[in-house]
């Protein structure tokens, strides 16, 4: 319910003032540290969105209501990541109750998926992966709505202000925004061709994208809530476009979602407390990353040295052994995470590591595929509530397939899942939840949450949140130096992708020991969170951090 009605005029100046305003009242993040506040902090992948979330909790909203505005502003400054299509996973800290939950937002897998059409013989089975029949249930509009009815403090309809007023008023669209669109063009529709070009070529950096049927399909929302997705116009709209492209997701898969809430799950790190999201979720390998590099004096071996390297190395492709192995529905096939997150399970997996030589990577006959085209954003309140959120359409502009009329880009999910061999735990089971890498992470320091972090990246999202935590509780750094700190990643069939900034002799080390080293670009784009409290366990500090990898925004106010 509402605490009062208000003007949100003003707000909606604020959040979509120019991004390179100085006028701030609470300095950004930047290279002289994480950015700060007193009384909340935001941070996400786009300037204007972070600018919405900090309007609302000046407002008097909570961290949830931020999170609600933050995403449909997303929708519309970053459509090919994001939005009203899409699916992801939220971690909540609820201050009131100190409890923390999941909120699983990825839904289930469409009830008359025939997943043979994505397997060899069927002709054109690697077609069928990437458009309509690649549509899953989209779950972010159900999960906006439960957050805000469980916690939100402001009203529903005013959430998405800014968010319409922005898809109505249009904006310049950036380098980056500008190269995606012109990747993704030719495989769109003529009518997505109409909103994302002009004279039939894409628009260009300084072009302005005006999205007046989002606008529209963000009013709807606001004024007849998730319904107007699930059973409401909307679905309509997804149903026709459904059954006109030959997709699975009917209308009957639209009425029948829901949000979900589950307990998380967490381990004991250094003195730590280390939560993120349960199965459904395929978060807990990160878990396990950091249960076994707790038997390793990791600040003794030394930041990104090549023993401490060569560890973590070992230790990812592990975990990643494990997703593959172990990832389930956990009412049909949970994963056995009694065993794979308990201190005997570690150990036994450590005394039988190679210190000194790289392992190769075997895979249980089973090829992962993660989508890289998401989104992360975290938000706190004054009051000590907090939101970890990953959402995503899949792949950028995900099934590139809009429906007619709304400006709703429908994910590309089932894209995502493991057709090989028939029948695996991450195959396209009808009915079944859709399993998501997302890893949204609250780490708790004596009792209160301390630190929100996550990133997007596909299959290295659970292997960047472990190092960002260990950079702060190994390493000592803050979150801005553990957020822009050199990564590593596993990647098949058997490559450890390195960043720049790891030494050259690190690198030369690591080849030795018989890693096959690649060098990324970038990995990941993560955003986080830190929280201090008076002794009275009251928050005083807030300090946040946007990847430098990306061009985000953290504000604190």
């Given at each position: 319910?509402?605490?009062r009605?208000?003007?949100?005029?003003?707000?909606?100046?604020?959040?979509?003032?120019?991004?390179?305003?100085?006028?701030?009242?609470?300095?950004?993040?930047?290279?002289?540290?994480?950015?700060?506040?007193?009384?909340?902090?935001?941070?996400?992948?786009?300037?204007i969105?972070?600018?919405?979330?900090?309007?609302?909790?000046?407002?008097?909203?909570?961290?949830?209501?931020?999170?609600?505005?933050?995403?449909?502003?997303?929708?519309?400054?970053?459509?090919?990541?994001?939005?009203?299509?899409g699916?992801?996973?939220?971690?909540?800290?609820?201050?009131?109750?100190?409890?923390?939950?999941?909120?699983?937002?990825?839904?289930?897998?469409?009830?008359?998926?025939?997943?043979?059409?994505?397997?060899?013989?069927?002709?054109?089975?690697?077609?069928?992966?990437?458009?309509?029949?690649?549509?899953?249930?989209?779950?972010?509009?159900?999960?906006w709505?439960?957050?805000?009815?469980?916690?939100?403090?402001?009203?529903?309809?005013?959430?998405?202000?800014?968010a319409?007023?922005?898809?109505?008023?249009?904006?310049?669209?950036?380098?980056r925004?500008?190269?995606?669109?012109?990747?993704?063009?030719?495989?769109?529709?003529?009518?997505?061709?109409?909103?994302?070009?002009?004279?039939?070529?894409?628009?260009?950096?300084?072009d302005?994208?005006?999205?007046?049927?989002?606008?529209?399909?963000?009013?709807?929302i606001?004024?007849?809530?998730?319904?107007?997705?699930?059973?409401?116009?909307?679905?309509?709209a997804?149903?026709?476009?459904?059954?006109?492209?030959?997709?699975?997701?009917?209308i009957?898969?639209l009425?029948?979602?829901?949000?979900?809430?589950?307990e998380?799950?967490?381990?004991?790190?250094?003195?730590?407390?280390?939560?993120?999201?349960?199965?459904?979720?395929?978060?807990?390998?990160?878990?396990?990353?950091?249960?076994?590099?707790?038997?390793?004096?990791?600040?003794?071996?030394?930041?990104?040295?090549?023993?401490?390297?060569?560890?973590?190395a070992?230790?990812?492709?592990?975990?990643?052994?494990?997703?593959?192995?172990?990832?389930?529905?956990?009412?049909?096939n949970?994963?056995?995470?009694?065993?794979?997150?308990?201190?005997?399970?570690w150990?036994?997996?450590?005394?039988?590591?190679?210190?000194?030589?790289?392992?190769?990577?075997?895979?249980?006959?089973?090829?992962?595929?993660?989508?890289?085209?998401?989104t992360?954003?975290?938000?706190?309140?004054?009051?000590?509530?907090?939101?970890?959120?990953?959402?995503?359409?899949g792949?950028?502009?995900?099934?590139?397939?809009?429906?007619?009329?709304?400006?709703?880009?429908?994910?590309?999910?089932?894209a995502?899942?493991?057709?090989?061999?028939?029948?695996?735990?991450?195959?396209?089971?009808?009915?079944?939840?859709?399993?998501?890498?997302?890893?949204?992470?609250?780490?708790?320091?004596?009792?209160?949450?301390?630190?929100?972090?996550?990133?997007?990246?596909?299959?290295?999202?659970?292997?960047?949140v472990?190092?960002?935590?260990?950079?702060?509780?190994?390493?000592?750094?803050?979150?801005?130096q553990?957020?822009?700190?050199?990564?590593i990643?596993?990647?098949?069939?058997?490559?450890?992708?390195?960043?720049?900034?790891?030494?050259?002799?690190?690198?030369?080390?690591?080849?030795?020991?018989?890693?096959?080293?690649?060098?990324?670009?970038?990995?990941?784009?993560?955003?986080?969170?830190?929280?201090?409290?008076?002794?009275g366990?009251?928050?005083?500090?807030?300090?946040?951090?946007?990847?430098?990898?990306?061009?985000?925004?953290?504000?604190?106010?």
């Open positions: 319910m509402p605490i009605k208000i003007s949100f005029v003003l707000i909606i100046l604020l959040a979509l003032a120019s991004c390179k305003s100085s006028e701030e009242k609470m300095p950004a993040s930047s290279k002289s540290g994480p950015a700060v506040g007193s009384h909340g902090m935001v941070s996400t992948a786009h300037p969105a972070t600018r919405t979330g900090v309007s609302i909790l000046r407002a008097g909203g909570n961290a949830f209501d931020a999170a609600v505005a933050v995403a449909a502003t997303l929708n519309v400054f970053e459509p090919m990541n994001s939005g009203i299509g699916y992801g996973t939220i971690l909540i800290y609820d201050a009131v109750r100190d409890r923390t939950r999941f909120l699983d937002s990825s839904g289930r897998i469409p009830r008359n998926v025939d997943s043979d059409v994505f397997r060899p013989p069927t002709p054109n089975y690697k077609k069928n992966r990437l458009g309509s029949k690649a549509v899953s249930t989209p779950g972010n509009v159900n999960a709505w439960a957050m805000s009815s469980a916690y939100g403090r402001l009203d529903w309809k005013e959430l998405f202000e800014a319409i007023k922005a898809a109505e008023d249009g904006f310049e669209i950036d380098e925004l500008a190269r995606v669109i012109k990747l993704a063009f030719p495989e769109f529709n003529s009518y997505a061709q109409s909103v994302y070009g002009k004279s039939g070529k894409p628009l260009e950096k300084g302005r994208l005006v999205q007046k049927d989002l606008a529209r399909s963000l009013r709807l606001a004024e007849q809530g998730a319904k107007a997705v699930y059973g409401g116009e909307l679905g309509k997804i149903d026709e476009v459904m059954r006109g492209t030959g997709g699975f997701l009917t009957d898969d009425i029948a979602d829901r949000a979900e809430w589950w998380p799950i967490s381990i004991e790190y250094r003195g730590f407390t280390v939560t993120t999201a349960s199965p459904p979720s395929t978060a807990f390998p990160s878990l396990i990353r950091l249960g076994l590099m707790s038997h390793f004096n990791n600040a003794a071996l030394g930041h990104n040295s090549a023993a401490y390297l060569h560890r973590f070992e230790v990812t492709k592990h975990a990643f052994w494990c997703r593959l192995a172990y990832a389930g529905d956990p009412e049909v949970p994963p056995p995470l009694f065993r794979l997150l308990s201190e005997d399970y150990r036994e997996i450590v005394e039988n590591m190679d210190m000194e030589k790289a392992t190769p990577f075997r895979p249980p006959n089973i090829v992962l595929k993660s989508g890289n085209s998401t992360h954003f975290v938000v706190a309140d004054k009051w000590g509530n907090i939101v970890s959120a990953t959402q995503t359409l792949g950028a502009f995900g099934s590139r397939i809009m429906a007619e009329g709304t400006g709703i880009w429908l994910n590309n999910s089932l995502f899942c493991t057709f090989e061999p028939k029948g695996n735990p991450m195959d396209a089971h009808p009915g079944q939840r859709k399993l998501s890498g997302d890893c949204p992470t609250i780490v708790f320091r004596e009792g209160k949450p301390w630190i929100a972090l996550g990133t997007p990246g596909g299959h290295t999202i659970g292997q960047t472990p190092q960002i935590v260990m950079d702060m509780i190994d390493f000592g750094m803050d979150i801005q553990a957020i822009a700190a050199p990564r990643s596993f990647a098949e069939p058997d490559y450890i992708l390195v960043e720049q900034g790891i030494e050259p002799s690190v690198l030369d080390a690591l080849r030795e020991m018989g890693h096959n080293i690649r060098q990324s670009t970038g990995i990941g784009n993560a955003h986080g969170l830190t929280i201090e409290y008076d002794p366990g009251k928050p005083i500090k807030f300090s946040g951090s946007a990847d430098p990898r990306g061009s985000g925004l953290s504000q604190g106010y």
